[in-house]
């Protein structure tokens, strides 16, 4: 995940809600598209369209996953919404109640306190499509191949978006990337700390999208994917500053000898970004993938 402006806030309400504009535009359109064209041709060709979805949400948060796919996918849906914060599950669904889908059809939601590990144990029964947004960093190897050898056993498609793929670049006025010394190693030293162990093991960080598709390949999925970048200009700054707060603490928990250079390399870039002479680019990356039961129902070409 792209990193909050502590290890606190990690999945803070404050940090989901100041992130979500910048999800929401950076998200592939063309894999929701064929997300929902699979969902409606697995549902049976008659009424199909009033063919209840299961739809699971794994680490959902405040919901902000829901609130971009619900209304872009047609036919009724049934949310099962899955997080270890009770609180944020509260959020979820005062939140997304109101919402229909893309045809005016009713959203029926469900939530669910588990961990992740519960969630692919026990989550997915009957799930249709399988949806997660920013969390796979987080996680091991071994938890990324549990949940695909659960997706499969579900027969389930999968829609995950913005796992985070390493580039990062910052853009002179101009556009033109920047790339000195001190952004190499600041940089090189944010992925060694994403990849650190959270709890259960060395974390994917940005190997995650990598290690998804070829674990889903493995198993017989079809699997397309897109880039997702965040875009942050003048118009994002608070979520930038909030980035760039999250980037330091990280470096001094990484490199705590070299607390002066990170010092002065967070003043200068973000410095650079308040006077609007930097823009920044944070990649991301969208997958989704069809079971090898779908017959090529939806399957990405």
Partial sequence: MSMPPSADALFS????????PADHRARDAQLTHA????LSR???PVRALEIQRTLVDLGCGSGSNLRYLA??????QHWRLIDHDAELLAHARLRCEPLVSADGQPIHLETRELSLVDAWKHGL???DLVTASALFDLLTTADADALAETCHINNCAVLFALSVDGHIRFHDASGAPLFSDDDQFMLAALEAHQRR???SGSAMGTQAPRHLRESLHRRGYHVREATSPWRLGPESLPLAE???A????ALDEQLPQQSRRIERWHTQRLEGLMREQLTLTVGHRDLFATPPESDGVGAPA
């Fill in 13 to 20: 309400d404050q940090w989901l809600t100041l992130r979500e």
């Fill in 35 to 38: 997300a929902d064209r699979w």
């Fill in 42 to 44: 697995r549902a049976t």
């Fill in 71 to 76: 209304p872009r996918l047609h036919g009724a």
């Fill in 125 to 127: 029964q009957g799930a």
């Fill in 197 to 199: 162990d959270k709890g």
């Fill in 242 to 244: 909030a980035l760039l």
């Fill in 246 to 249: 999250g980037w330091r603490s």
